[in-house]
């Protein structure tokens, strides 16, 4: 059944309470919507509260009811998942975690932490428990929050559900991004609560194929560029992506240009003016 935006739905099995909470924002990059998700029974956390939106606010703070809302977790400082924390914050007092957002990129600056959070801490919430852990790639400020007590990863948009994650460079990197993946299945997990899309059951399962799917893509790329010559991003997209929609080559352009980076940085492509060269 499709979630309904605004209204929580309860997911996971029963232990720590975790609400899914879907935006009103859906669209091409946004599949459904944003999902935020409240966590726990007594001291709460929120993570991802999404876009500025007044309606949504309001339904966050139904969903709270007279309970304390200790902490706004942001995964990234995209438009998509944590402008909606300071009003958030305003209205409830919280503490904000999460990095700020990087130099380059379209950002959300008012996401400001009063504190620097590094790879590792630990959210003590009295009931539960959350670590933090730092998973650069689709962007070098992203977080993914692991909720200890039920082997739950809130993924942002690391791990997205009925989808890939756009890597974007400059601040987003290829190599960082499938460190962070293999990083992932070091750390015993039972699911994932992604940015977008539903709730991922089988994780490792799941992170294996995304690692092999980028594995296939970046063979493409050099394939791409050994058949053709090289080229120039717009003409190599084609032929690397024939199996999307042209649509989204805009997009895809990004990508293939993370993968580009990270072959060059193994001596395995170059570029010469605007053009990407085989070596
Ligand atoms: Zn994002």
């Known amino acids: 059944m499709r979630a309904k935006a605004g209204v929580p739905e309860r997911v996971g099995r029963a232990g720590v309470p975790v609400w899914r909470i879907l935006g009103r924002n859906p669209g091409p990059m946004t599949g459904p919507g944003t999902n935020s998700y409240l966590i726990g029974e007594k001291r709460l956390c929120l993570v991802d509260p999404g876009p500025k939106d007044k309606v949504q606010l309001r339904n966050f703070l139904d969903a709270i009811g007279g309970r304390e809302l200790a902490c706004i977790l942001a995964t990234h400082t995209h438009g998509d998942h944590s402008p909606g924390a300071a009003a958030l914050q305003a209205a409830t007092g919280a503490e904000l975690v ?126 791409g560029l050994a058949t053709s010559g090289g080229g120039v991003l717009t003409e190599l997209v084609a032929a690397v992506y024939d199996d999307v929609d042209s649509a989204m080559h805009g997009w895809a352009c990004r990508t293939m240009l993370a993968h580009l980076e990270k072959l060059e940085r193994e001596g395995r492509a170059r570029r010469a003016g605007g053009r990407w060269l085989p070596v």
């Open 98 to 223: 999460g990095l700020p957002a990087p130099a380059q990129g379209h950002n959300d600056a008012t996401f400001q932490p009063a504190r620097q959070w590094r790879h590792g801490d630990l959210l003590d919430c009295g009931e539960y428990g959350i670590r933090m852990l730092h998973t650069p790639g689709h962007v070098s400020n992203h977080f993914c929050y692991l909720l200890c007590e039920e082997q739950m990863l809130f993924t942002g948009d690391h791990v997205l559900e009925g989808t890939t994650s756009v890597i974007l460079p400059p601040d987003g990197n290829m190599s960082d991004y499938l460190a962070s993946l293999e990083a992932l299945l070091e750390i015993p997990l039972r699911y994932l609560a992604p940015g977008h899309g539903g709730i991922i059951d089988k994780p490792h399962e799941e992170i294996r194929k995304l690692i092999r799917h980028r594995m296939y893509r970046e063979s493409k790329v050099e394939r």
